[in-house]
């Protein structure tokens, strides 16, 4: 069974940072390139970031980019996203997806459930 | 900075036929943006229903499908179903690894 299982989420202050994780299984992580797709509470889908199958490559919204950085481990079937100086406006639930194929393709061909992250004082 | 437009909501009868749209604040859309599409209930992780203009992801229905219309790209849903109520999403490729998400429609079926 596939599954991207998202984690890592919580209540963070504005300014603070946080690391969330998704790990994959039932396919084989290395053939996609992988992405994180974000959506606040009542809103819209917002596109975050993606990585290539080797992590060689890399791509940022531009709310997020310099604060954000997207990786991989390969050997752990993990991804990562690092989330520094946080704000109000990152509130929002974060999915895990991996993409279309290994670089730059459509997101979603699966999907994980989400994690939240509260970024409030 | 460009952006993605979508109608905002839509209504269709049961049955009946509806096409959703998916453009750009400034241009056309065509087949090298890899428009795709996707469908989330409330509550609920989004689930992809055509990627790459129109190819249609495993286990969806072939009454959902995906294709250019003019300068848009559209989803175009046939027989419409109850469980067809939901929110509906674009994404478009901008280059560069960038991908934007247009605002969503939402679809009502009565």
């Known amino acids: 069974e596939v599954q991207l299982v998202e984690s890592g989420g919580g209540v963070v202050r504005p300014g603070g940072s946080l690391r969330l994780s998704c790990a994959a299984s039932?396919?084989?992580?290395?053939?996609?390139?992988m992405s994180w797709v974000r959506q606040a509470p009542g809103k819209g889908l917002e596109w975050v970031s993606d990585?290539?199958?080797?992590?060689?490559?890399?791509a940022y919204a531009d709310s997020v980019k310099g604060r954000f950085t997207i990786s991989r481990d390969n050997a752990k079937n993990s991804l990562y996203l690092q989330m520094n100086s946080l704000r109000a406006e990152d509130t929002a639930f974060y999915y895990c997806a991996s993409n279309h194929g290994s670089g730059s393709y459509p997101p979603g061909y699966y999907w994980g459930q989400g994690t939240l992250v509260t970024v409030s004082s | 900075q460009t952006v993605v437009t979508q109608e905002p909501s839509f209504s269709v009868s049961p049955g009946g036929t509806v096409t959703l749209t998916c453009g750009l604040s400034s241009g056309s859309v065509s087949t090298s943006y890899y428009p795709s599409w996707y469908q989330q209930t409330p509550g609920q992780a989004p689930r992809t229903l055509i990627y790459?203009?129109?190819i249609r992801s495993s286990g969806v229905p072939d009454r959902f499908s995906g294709s250019i219309l003019g300068n848009k790209a559209a989803l175009t849903i046939t027989g419409a179903q109850a469980d067809d109520e939901s929110d509906y999403y674009c994404v478009l490729y901008m280059g560069s690894g960038i991908w934007v998400f247009g605002g969503g429609t939402k679809l009502t079926v009565l």
């Open positions: 039932g396919f084989t992580f290395d053939d996609f390139g």
């Open positions: 790459s203009t129109n």
């Open positions: 990585i290539h199958w080797n992590g060689g490559s890399t």
